[in-house]
């Protein structure tokens, strides 16, 4: 039995979702025996394939789809493609409910005209970054998107020169019953009333991201909380004029509240967080980065009463030793902590967390002064499930105290040690052994390294997809012109 003689549904499940569309496309092309070709078409025509990973659609895979019409429930198109291919694409829109438009900068309203007649099943939308939609063919297209659940639209700096009032209402009004997220960061001329227009149809609202929209104000957040009480993410993140205010309000309306964003916000203060402490217990992430108001008192707070706690971005705080060791105290579930330029911290209160924390993954300590190798030895014996670090102008540390992490600490997938000036290439070719997985490691300003570690890692880690050695003066151009016939990974110098 060869492939084609599959049930239909197996050859859908079992090999069209395990392959790129471009893969199929030169299978159609490479099958040269009438017969077989014809059993092929009969698998592929009319198919409806539900979804199939790492699926980029240009311009040949558009035209071939059309030709075999053949339906896809879930399209991610390259960010080259123009409005031709979508235009063209009209008969096998009919069952699209995923449509990935992210960075397609050469769109224009005539892709949405199409997109609006034929995608009426659509459910999620990523149309972020797409600078060629104006707002009258977004407001076309958002009254016809009645089933819509998810909606990314971050970076349309287009929206920015007038109220977009009347977009957002129709938005809100079309599919209020049913959107669940929405992400329009990076929308500067985000103002109050287009919020407020989405808040007060779209009560199932779970997610919602207005992260860098500069222009909302403390009402529309407390009018977003109180009408959508089953909020369980909101990022306000870089939204200046905030205060503590709403964040209070968020806690006291959105009592199922998983994840919270409040960075670069400057007047947050202790009290909003201590409200959230007390009454949103299922809270696993919180980034207060930049927060400078904010004490100990509050991080206390947390810890002591979000024990699902997973994820604390505190970086560029005033925060001091008592917040970690209560976080070392009472978040047993800490993986991923960021505590990176902040000055107040020693280094008994960051091995408190190591010692406690015994499933962090992912531990960001650039920048942070007092620490030596006491840490990396700490972390070598209790994060021996740790996956990223970053130890950039780790300066008080050794190539010994280096060499035991990356021996011990081998899931490591990412390693950042910018301006660690004592690193070397025993350190390198030691990651290189120990960690086979790794994907990212960035070298940069560590002065010793010669060009012998190039071809260890790029032979040993076979994964590897990104590597940095700028400000490396003993590693030239030459061998790095060699080190990247050996890899497939992106080698910056």
């Known amino acids: ?37 014809k059993r092929f078409h009969s698998k592929i025509e009319f198919t409806v394939i539900p979804a199939i990973d790492n699926l980029e659609i240009d311009a040949d895979v558009a035209g071939w789809l059309v ?23 009209e008969s096998v829109f009919k069952h699209v409910q995923t449509l990935d438009l992210y960075g397609c900068v ?15 099943n659509m459910r999620v939308l990523h149309i972020n970054s797409c600078a060629g939609f104006s707002a009258a063919g977004l407001y076309d297209l958002f009254e016809m998107l009645k089933k819509l659940e998810y909606l990314d639209m971050n970076n349309l700096r287009q929206l920015n020169k007038k109220g977009e009032v009347e977009l957002f209402t129709a938005l809100a009004t079309t599919c209020g019953a049913t959107l669940g ?25 779970i997610n919602a991201d207005v992260s860098y929209c500069a222009k909302l104000t403390n009402p529309t957040i407390i009018h977003l909380a109180q009408s959508c009480k089953t909020m369980q993410s909101i990022n306000l993140e870089g939204c200046r004029k905030l205060t503590s205010t709403c964040v209070s309000e968020i806690a006291l309306n959105c009592p199922h509240l998983l994840d919270l964003n409040v960075s670069y916000i400057d007047r947050i203060q202790d009290s909003c967080i201590i409200d959230i402490s007390l009454n949103c217990p299922l809270l696993r992430f919180l980034a207060a980065c930049g927060c400078i108001q904010l004490t100990d008192e509050s991080i206390i707070s947390i810890a002591e009463h979000c024990k699902q706690m997973e994820s604390l971005f505190l970086t560029q705080t005033q925060l001091g030793d008592a917040s970690l060791f209560a976080i070392g105290e009472h978040s047993p579930k800490l993986k991923l902590l960021d505590i990176s330029q902040c000055d107040h911290f020693t280094e008994e209160a960051v091995m408190a967390v190591v010692e406690k924390c015994r499933d962090i993954e992912t531990l960001h300590l650039e920048d942070t002064r007092h620490l030596t190798d006491a840490t990396l030895v700490a972390l070598s014996q209790c994060s021996q499930g740790l996956l990223e670090i970053s130890l950039d102008y780790f300066m008080d540390g050794t190539a010994a105290g280096m060499l035991t992490l990356v ?16 690193v070397t290439d025993e350190v390198v070719i030691a990651v290189a052994n120990n960690c086979p ?43 790095v012109d060699v080190a990247i016939e050996l890899t497939d990974a992106s080698i910056y110098r």
């Open 106 to 120: 050469n769109l224009t309203d005539q892709s949405l005209y199409s997109i609006r007649r034929n995608c009426l």
């Open 407 to 422: 021996t011990h600490c081998t899931k490591l997938l990412s390693l950042y040690i910018t301006g660690c000036t004592y």
């Open 181 to 205: 997220s929405f992400n329009c960061s990076d929308t500067f001329g985000m103002n109050d009333a287009g919020i407020t227009a989405i808040a007060s149809h779209c009560s199932k609202l």
């Open 67 to 89: 030709s075999r019409k053949i339906c896809l429930e879930h399209m991610k198109f390259s960010t080259e493609v123009t409005d031709k291919p979508l235009i063209e694409m």
């Open 1 to 37: 039995m060869d492939m084609f003689s599959l049930p239909d549904d197996v050859f859908r499940s079992h090999i069209l979702t395990f392959i790129e569309m471009k893969d199929i496309a030169k299978l159609d092309g490479a099958l040269t025996h009438r017969e077989t070709r």
């Open 437 to 479: 997985n790794l994907e990212y490691i960035d070298l940069t300003g560590c002065v010793l390294l010669t060009e012998a570690v190039l071809p260890v890692l790029a032979q040993k880690c076979t994964k590897l997809v990104s590597l940095t050695v700028i400000q490396c003066p003993m590693i030239s151009s030459e061998a």
